[in-house]
């Protein structure tokens, strides 16, 4: 019984395979000054804010863009609810 409450627990904290994950961010542009807030999607092993953050730059920098901050990293379920806020870079970068 021990070991079947044990792993029934383990399943349940356990990442589920191929588990998507996102970021929301801030970026900026200068001359003239643009901000945007936008959301990407994150490879699952740099799903951190710090290892966001380093794919964000270089995806942004390509079109002049440069990360401000790393606001929350999370999975498809926090998805949806940023949608409006991202606007045009939802999942553009």
Not at 8 to 27: F, M, N, Q, R, V
Not at 29 to 56: M, N, T
Not at 58 to 76: A, C, E, M, P, Q
Request: hydrophobic residues 40%; aromatic residues 8%.
């Amino acid at each position: 019984m021990k070991h079947m409450l044990t792993l029934s627990l383990a399943l349940l904290l356990a990442t589920p395979a191929g588990a998507a994950c996102y970021a929301d961010y801030k970026a900026k542009q200068d001359s003239p000054l643009r901000l945007h807030y936008g959301v990407a999607k994150i490879p699952e092993k740099a799903c951190s804010k710090d290892q966001a953050a380093d794919v964000l730059r270089k995806r942004l920098s390509k079109n002049g863009w440069s990360l401000l901050n790393v606001i929350s990293v999370f999975d498809d379920s926090g998805l949806e609810a940023k949608r409006e806020n991202a606007g045009d870079f939802y999942l553009r970068y």
